[in-house]
């Protein structure tokens, strides 16, 4: 019996978990670039309670009282960044990541005409899991250590033909 996880508002009293599930869920990344600096993993304890304390919009998801992931968006203009989504390893597989990626784009709806996220240019399943929830690469950019980026952006959708 699977039980779905609650997506819910993080605030700066989940910091220490969001960097613990962040770091874990990172580590293949790492592995898979050789680079064990990616800013997910450098990031400090410090640098999340910020940006938990800040105008960034932080979801998280539990299970009871499990926090087993966690995305970000920071409106710039018209565009929300989405960055840092993180699911623990041992519930990655289950849907909780697009979970997260849909609730972050909901919560941003209204307020964004374009969605904007970052990944590794070599992960192959995490870019058909963006390119299946309608981003497409738009650039590609290396990151401060010199690894290889994919940019994507997908538009938000208009409410404007909903029956408000």
Known sequence: MSVEPRIVPAGVADAGEILTVQRAAYLTEAQHYSDPFLPPLTETLDEVRTVLAGPTTVLAARLGHRLVGSVRARLDGDTAHIGRLSVAPDQQGQG??????????????????????????????????????????????????????????KPAVSSAHSDA
């Open 96 to 153: 909780i990541g697009v979970r997260l990626l849909t609730a972050i784009e909901e919560a941003c709806a209204g307020r964004a005409a374009r969605f904007a996220l970052f990944t590794g240019a070599d992960s192959a399943r995490t870019l058909a899991l963006y390119q299946r929830y309608g981003y497409r690469i738009v650039a590609h950019r290396p990151d401060p250590n010199g690894t290889p980026l994919a940019v994507l952006e």
